[in-house]
């Protein structure tokens, strides 16, 4: 579990590479788009609206290599289409980022009273519905079209360093919970398939993006990741062939490979001294804890 570098070098192979990304309009997707663009890659960008104009390093969209696709992610239909074209358009699709994901709406226990009938309101699953269920549809229709392909393909999945925590943002956790159950649950599965199809996760901390309350990640000590630094990551899953299961937690621009530790023993066993602030030394899961209890502190009086 030691923290790796990543490479110009190590992302070259995405050189000509088609790749779809969900949520590409904004933070993470948005820099993952640019990032691969800037690699020669032929970009989906499947999201609501085009990037802002005001949103720095927004791609060209005279870029012959970039297609734009307004989608609702949580539309399968629409979704269908969007897969569809690509592989007629392209030929063929060899990665897939399922990144798009909004912040939290709820917590699930406040009573809410419908206004007409007076009777207790359903939960809001909208959280759910965008960083959950649109994932699953999003992995279906990538292994329904990388299985016919003899290369197979990669699929990344954006989960969070909420996937292990007690965050307070209920629907938001549960949500990237699930990502990574639904990521190491699917592993042996694909590994039955005839072709190779990879399926790997990144966990970053709190990145700049328009989900992200700047203020209370300062209250941590702790700085936020930029778009890029995530960005990179992805590119690093989607253009080494060696890499499945994994998953990737980023912290301040540093890497750190965590899923292989955590699979071996119980999450206690990785349970070290706090670090102090800015420290490079120790394993990437101890940087995670730390990152974990100055979070849950400047989260005790929201």
């Not at 990304?21 to 085009?50: E, F, K, M």
Request: net charge negative.
């Amino acid at each position: 579990m030691s923290r790796f570098e990543i490479k110009d070098e190590d992302l070259a192979g995405l050189k000509d590479k088609v790749v779809l990304v969900t949520g590409g309009s904004s933070g993470i997707g948005l820099g993952t788009v640019n990032i691969l663009l800037s690699l020669g890659a032929r970009v989906t960008n499947v999201d609501l609206s085009l990037p802002k104009s005001s949103e720095p390093g927004e791609p060209s969209p005279i870029d012959s290599r970039l297609t734009f696709e307004p989608c609702n992610v949580c539309d399968w239909q629409a979704l269908r289409g969007v897969f569809a074209r690509a592989v007629e358009r392209e030929g063929r699709i060899d990665a897939v980022f399922a990144n798009a994901g909004v912040g939290a709406r709820t917590r699930f226990i406040d009573d809410e009273i419908d206004a007409v009938d007076g009777e207790l309101k359903a939960p809001d699953l909208s959280c759910v519905e965008t960083n959950l269920l649109s994932v699953i549809s999003t992995v279906k229709l990538a292994v329904h079209h990388m299985r016919k392909q003899k290369t197979g393909g990669s699929i990344v999945l954006t989960a969070s360093v909420s996937s292990w925590s007690r965050f307070k943002a209920v629907d938001y956790t549960t949500s990237k919970h699930a990502v990574l159950g639904l990521m190491r649950s699917l592993i042996p599965h694909l590994e039955e398939l005839p072709v190779p199809i990879r399926l790997n996760s990144l966990a970053p901390n709190w990145t700049k993006s328009g989900i992200v309350n700047e203020e209370m990640v300062s209250l941590t000590g702790l700085a936020l990741n930029t778009p890029e630094h995530v960005a990179r990551s992805a590119a690093l899953l989607m253009s080494d062939n060696n890499r499945n299961g994994e998953v990737i937690f980023i912290d301040g621009g540093k890497y750190w490979e965590i899923e292989e530790a955590l699979g071996g023993a119980g999450v206690g066993s990785f349970v070290g001294p706090s670090l102090p602030a800015g420290s490079d030394q120790g394993s990437g899961w101890d940087r995670y804890l730390e990152f974990s209890r100055r979070m849950n502190l400047a989260l005790k009086g929201l």
